[in-house]
Protein backbone atom coordinates (compact mmCIF):
# COMPACT_ATOMS: atom_id res chain seq x y z
CA UNK A 1 0.00 0.00 0.00
CA UNK A 2 1.32 3.41 -1.07
CA UNK A 3 1.62 5.98 1.63
CA UNK A 4 2.59 9.36 1.83
CA UNK A 5 3.94 11.72 4.58
CA UNK A 6 4.22 15.62 4.69
CA UNK A 7 6.82 17.11 6.64
CA UNK A 8 8.14 20.74 7.14
CA UNK A 9 8.03 23.62 9.39
CA UNK A 10 4.35 24.53 10.75
CA UNK A 11 5.32 28.22 11.35
CA UNK A 12 6.90 30.44 8.86
CA UNK A 13 7.72 34.02 8.33
CA UNK A 14 6.32 36.41 5.52
CA UNK A 15 8.30 36.97 2.62
CA UNK A 16 10.42 33.39 3.56
CA UNK A 17 10.35 30.40 1.75
CA UNK A 18 8.63 27.27 2.85
CA UNK A 19 9.72 23.87 2.00
CA UNK A 20 7.94 21.04 2.52
CA UNK A 21 9.17 17.43 1.79
CA UNK A 22 6.78 13.95 0.77
CA UNK A 23 8.19 10.67 1.84
CA UNK A 24 6.35 8.12 -0.32
CA UNK A 25 6.50 4.57 0.67
CA UNK A 26 5.35 1.17 -0.24
CA UNK A 27 5.42 2.95 -4.55
CA UNK A 28 8.07 4.56 -6.10
CA UNK A 29 7.89 8.10 -7.51
CA UNK A 30 9.55 7.43 -10.65
CA UNK A 31 7.26 4.96 -11.64
CA UNK A 32 5.20 5.17 -14.67
CA UNK A 33 3.09 6.94 -15.06
CA UNK A 34 2.23 8.52 -11.55
CA UNK A 35 2.17 12.19 -10.73
CA UNK A 36 3.15 13.72 -7.85
CA UNK A 37 0.94 16.60 -6.71
CA UNK A 38 1.29 19.30 -3.93
CA UNK A 39 -2.70 20.56 -2.82
CA UNK A 40 -3.43 22.86 0.01
CA UNK A 41 -6.68 24.02 1.81
CA UNK A 42 -6.60 27.61 3.39
CA UNK A 43 -9.45 27.91 6.40
CA UNK A 44 -12.48 28.19 5.19
CA UNK A 45 -11.99 27.63 1.46
CA UNK A 46 -11.66 24.82 -0.96
CA UNK A 47 -8.60 22.51 -1.89
CA UNK A 48 -6.16 24.33 -4.05
CA UNK A 49 -3.57 22.38 -6.67
CA UNK A 50 -0.54 23.67 -6.73
CA UNK A 51 1.28 21.49 -8.64
CA UNK A 52 3.04 18.27 -9.40
CA UNK A 53 6.07 16.40 -10.21
CA UNK A 54 5.94 13.70 -12.76
CA UNK A 55 7.30 9.88 -12.78
CA UNK A 56 9.46 11.57 -15.20
CA UNK A 57 10.97 14.61 -12.91
CA UNK A 58 8.95 16.81 -15.01
CA UNK A 59 6.91 19.45 -13.50
CA UNK A 60 3.94 21.17 -13.65
CA UNK A 61 2.35 24.11 -11.75
CA UNK A 62 -0.70 26.07 -11.26
CA UNK A 63 -0.53 29.43 -13.22
CA UNK A 64 -1.40 31.26 -10.05
CA UNK A 65 1.47 29.83 -8.39
CA UNK A 66 3.95 29.13 -11.06
CA UNK A 67 6.16 32.50 -10.27
CA UNK A 68 7.01 31.47 -6.53
CA UNK A 69 6.67 27.70 -6.76
CA UNK A 70 8.74 24.87 -7.84
CA UNK A 71 9.17 21.19 -6.84
CA UNK A 72 11.98 18.86 -6.76
CA UNK A 73 12.64 15.46 -5.86
CA UNK A 74 15.24 12.70 -4.47
CA UNK A 75 14.63 9.79 -6.17
CA UNK A 76 17.48 8.11 -3.77
CA UNK A 77 14.98 9.12 -1.13
CA UNK A 78 11.69 8.85 -2.85
CA UNK A 79 11.07 11.92 -2.07
CA UNK A 80 9.38 15.34 -3.39
CA UNK A 81 10.09 18.54 -2.34
CA UNK A 82 7.60 22.28 -2.51
CA UNK A 83 9.29 25.50 -2.63
CA UNK A 84 6.76 28.02 -2.23
CA UNK A 85 8.96 31.31 -2.21
CA UNK A 86 7.51 34.78 -0.66
CA UNK A 87 4.98 33.51 1.53
CA UNK A 88 2.35 35.86 3.25
CA UNK A 89 -0.54 35.32 5.78
CA UNK A 90 -2.95 34.45 2.51
CA UNK A 91 -0.22 31.04 2.37
CA UNK A 92 -1.69 29.95 5.72
CA UNK A 93 -3.03 26.95 5.34
CA UNK A 94 -2.91 22.62 5.37
CA UNK A 95 -0.80 21.59 2.67
CA UNK A 96 -1.05 17.98 1.65
CA UNK A 97 0.79 15.51 -0.94
CA UNK A 98 -1.00 13.26 -3.07
CA UNK A 99 -0.74 10.58 -5.84
CA UNK A 100 -2.74 10.21 -9.10
CA UNK A 101 -2.62 8.11 -12.54
CA UNK A 102 -1.27 9.65 -15.72
CA UNK A 103 -4.35 12.26 -17.08
CA UNK A 104 -6.29 12.00 -13.65
CA UNK A 105 -4.41 14.56 -12.04
CA UNK A 106 -5.70 17.03 -14.39
CA UNK A 107 -9.10 16.15 -13.59
CA UNK A 108 -8.27 16.59 -9.75
CA UNK A 109 -8.36 12.43 -9.01
CA UNK A 110 -6.19 11.45 -6.64
CA UNK A 111 -5.69 7.88 -5.21
CA UNK A 112 -3.16 8.15 -2.51
CA UNK A 113 -3.15 11.18 0.34
CA UNK A 114 -1.21 12.07 2.78
CA UNK A 115 -2.64 13.75 6.01
CA UNK A 116 -1.79 16.87 5.65
CA UNK A 117 0.23 19.17 7.45
CA UNK A 118 -0.98 22.76 8.78
CA UNK A 119 1.54 25.79 7.76
CA UNK A 120 1.04 28.73 9.20
CA UNK A 121 2.57 32.14 8.26
CA UNK A 122 3.36 34.72 10.81
CA UNK A 123 5.46 37.58 11.83
Known amino acids: QVQLQESGPGLVKPSQTLSLTCTVS??????????WSWIRQPPGKGLEWMGA???????YYSPSLKSRTSISRDTSKNQFTLHLSSVTPEDTAVYYC???????????????WGQGTQVTVSS
Open 53 to 59: IAYSGST
Open 26 to 35: GGSITTNYYY
Open 98 to 112: ARAWGLLVQRGVFDY
